[in-house]
């Protein structure tokens, strides 16, 4: 079979499957939910041997170690897939909520109700836990999935889609509520993204590259995550101890993931926290590119390009400046932000309104690191994504987002006028 053929044959079971689960009770869609953790439990040591697979293949290929950490999946992350799943599993269901209800005044009754979307693809690179996560989320709200995962996971992947489909089938489901195309040829994602007669929505996961792709190719509408440009605000006044503690966890604590700072932004009123932070960053291994007020006071700072606050790392490396007012640290994030996560650090409270007030970025932050943004940590659960849209979702993206709606309206045998 051809890629074309596969990703077509995948995307119409899919689409049947997404028929059945419209239907699903909340019970059923749960309980495969929690045949899924029971399978994911009991065949940890076989999820590791195809993991080791990928493993072995990335070091050979030469990925840097923020993308093993990324691709790697311990006993501890293989039971935190399990955790994501029972805390969706737990969730209110998502369909059928009544969002507004009216009665018109020639009596017709009409109501908007929450639905399922259909079926939902994912575009993703070398995290293998977001096929557990995103078929999860997708299941909850009545949704089929359909995976694309890297070629760096593949093993990892194949093997996670299969426990999951053989879940679905266990409690009555179809297998198909979730597929996986196998092929890691780059057609297959084009392929998918214009498969719009049977997908509904694309979710791409990954670098700047592959999402920009997606968006301008894509025929089916895409719910974007673009680059996870994070910045940290440091004012003239805060806690620099507790401060310092908390833009290291930003940016090391696991700096290949989205939500890791990469720009930092000091008020030239605390030279104490620059020097402090620059320092404990270092020492844990950061390497700190600075502007030239950053060498001065600092020691071993890398000179700091225009285009290095334009970069994602996804890696031990930060960019570092001094401004002179919390209005420039605010212009300098909206002229290199992604849109996706900001923090400002400071103990004025006006300031800190100031800033959630004039930075439109999904998730804003006062005295905190930029590493919740996370759908665990939102409570959600898990999330399919981190949106940077305007529209239809923003930041964690759990499973109220991936429902739509539809109006239902009854009369007593009603004719227009």
């Not at 899924?36 to 990925?63: F, H, P, Q």
């Not at 079926?119 to 995290?127: F, K, N």
């Not at 266990?170 to 092929?183: A, K, N």
């Amino acid at each position: 079979m051809n890629i074309k053929d596969e990703v077509l044959s995948k995307a119409i079971s899919a689409k049947c499957a997404a028929g059945g689960l419209r239907v699903a009770t909340d019970a059923r869609r749960n309980e495969a939910l929690r045949a899924m953790v029971a399978r994911i439990r009991g065949s940890v040591e076989m999820i590791k041997e195809a993991n080791a697979a990928d493993m072995k293949a990335g070091e050979e290929a030469g990925l840097s170690a923020a993308l093993l950490d990324r691709l790697l999946l311990t006993d501890e992350r293989i039971e935190d897939m399990a955790v994501g799943l029972e805390q969706v599993a737990g969730f209110d269901d998502p369909l059928g909520i009544v969002l507004s209800e009216t009665t018109r005044p020639n009596g017709l009754l009409i109501r908007k109700i929450t639905v399922p979307l259909g079926v939902i693809g994912i575009v993703y690179e070398s995290r293998p836990n977001v096929t557990v996560d995103a078929a999860g989320l997708c299941l909850k709200a009545g949704n089929a999935v359909l995976l694309r995962g890297g070629k760096e996971a593949i093993h990892s992947n194949i093997a996670l889609a299969g426990l999951l489909s053989d879940a679905c089938e266990e409690v009555g489901l179809p297998r198909s509520c979730v597929e996986i195309i196998e092929s890691t040829d780059r057609q297959g994602v084009v392929e998918m993204i214009r498969c719009d007669e049977y997908v509904d929505l694309i979710v791409p996961r990954g670098g700047q590259g592959l999402i920009r792709a997606v968006v301008e190719n894509a025929s089916v509408p895409v719910l974007k995550h673009d680059r996870g440009l994070c910045n940290i605000y440091v004012d003239a006044t805060c806690n620099i101890e507790r401060t310092v503690a908390c833009v290291n966890n930003a940016k090391t604590q696991r700096p290949g993931t989205c939500n890791a700072v990469e720009n930092l932004w000091v008020h030239v009123d605390n030279p104490a926290a620059l020097r402090a932070i620059v320092a404990d960053l270092q020492a844990t291994g950061v390497e700190v590119r600075g502007t030239e007020p950053v060498q001065k006071a600092c020691q071993n700072v890398v000179p700091a390009t225009e285009e290095d606050f334009d970069t994602e790392y996804l890696d031990l490396i930060i960019s570092v400046d001094v401004v002179n007012s919390l209005q420039q640290a605010i212009a300098q994030i909206q002229k290199f932000s992604s849109a996706h996560s900001e923090a400002i650090f400071t103990d004025d409270a006006d300031n800190a309104a100031r800033f959630f007030a004039e930075i439109d970025s999904a998730c804003l932050y006062h005295n905190a690191s930029t590493r919740f943004t996370d759908g665990g940590q939102f409570g959600m659960g898990a999330e399919i994504g981190i949106s940077t849209n305007r529209l239809h979702a923003r930041g964690p993206v759990g499973v109220p987002e991936l429902t739509t709606y539809k109006w239902l309206s009854s009369g007593d045998y009603l004719a227009r006028e």
